[in-house]
T-cell receptor
Framework: GQQLNQSPQSMFIQEGEDVSMNCTSS?????WLWYKQDPGEGPVLLIA???AGELTSNGRLTAQFGITRKDSFLNISASIPSDVGIYFC?????????????WGAGTKLIIKP | DTGVSQNPRHKITKRGQNVTFRCDPI?????LYWYRQTLGQGPEFLTY????????KSRLLSDRFSAERPKGSFSTLEIQRTEQGDSAMYLC?????????????FGPGTRLLVL
């Protein structure tokens, strides 16, 4: 079946540092989505990518849809305490006509005091 | 419209009881999804509706689970004869069918604890 690998699994960083995480898939995707989830809440959409090579920013967040259509990365610049949470990538495969999303396992971001 | 809403936010029940959760999607969205999420995992797809039609159900959705979206607006997810393994966060998401592009917006979830 289709798989989506998200890394790293967790990150311990200092406030003010830049953060980078990525996802790779075993098949070609036509949509990549990045979500953030706080404890006890539902995932919140951060950035949506619809075109290979697309680079999109949302404040301090930047995400790119890889040229091969099989990967995406998310960067967070100058991290702040409220960036703590779990970041999920999700994608829609061209092979799936039911528009279902395939999810990564998440990257847990922890900011060291 | 303020986004996807779910009720209740928390539910504690005893094993064997039935529970029902409600999801109100974003008003112009015709697709509605139910997911289950356990600690440390990403959301697992359960089922989805396009308008009032339930188009797909995951193997995870046992016979004790049933979902409805009778008028193509809100949806309910019922779990009958709950088991301790049903304890999880149940998430609802909605999306609009635009050019086969899928952007799902999630509600805050209903956290279920089965004692």
């Amino acid at each position: 079946g289709q798989q989506l690998n998200q890394s790293p699994q967790s990150m311990f960083i200092q406030e003010g540092e830049d953060v980078s995480m990525n996802c790779t898939s075993s098949s070609i995707f036509n949509t990549w989505l990045w979500y953030k989830q706080d404890p006890g809440e539902g995932p919140v959409l951060l950035i949506a990518l619809y075109k290979a090579g697309e680079l999109t920013s949302n404040g301090r967040l930047t995400a790119q849809f890889g040229i091969t259509r099989k990967d995406s990365f998310l960067n967070i610049s100058a991290s702040i305490p409220s960036d703590v949470g779990i970041y999920f990538c999700a994608g829609q495969s061209l092979m799936d006509s039911n528009y279902q999303l395939i999810w990564g396992a998440g990257t847990k971001l922890i900011i060291k005091p | 419209d303020t986004g996807v809403s779910q009720n209740p936010r928390h539910k504690i029940t005893k094993r064997g009881q039935n529970v029902t959760f409600r999801c109100d999607p974003i008003s112009e969205h015709n697709r509605l999804y139910w997911y289950r999420q356990t600690l440390g995992q990403g959301p697992e797809f359960l089922t989805y509706f396009q308008n009032e039609a339930q188009l797909e159900k995951s193997r995870l959705l046992s016979d004790r689970f049933s979902a409805e979206r009778p008028k193509g607006s809100f949806s309910t997810l019922e779990i009958q004869r709950t088991e301790q393994g049903d304890s999880a966060m149940y998430l609802c998401a909605s999306s609009a069918d635009r050019f086969q592009i899928e952007t799902q917006y999630f509600g805050p979830g209903t956290r279920l604890l089965v004692l």
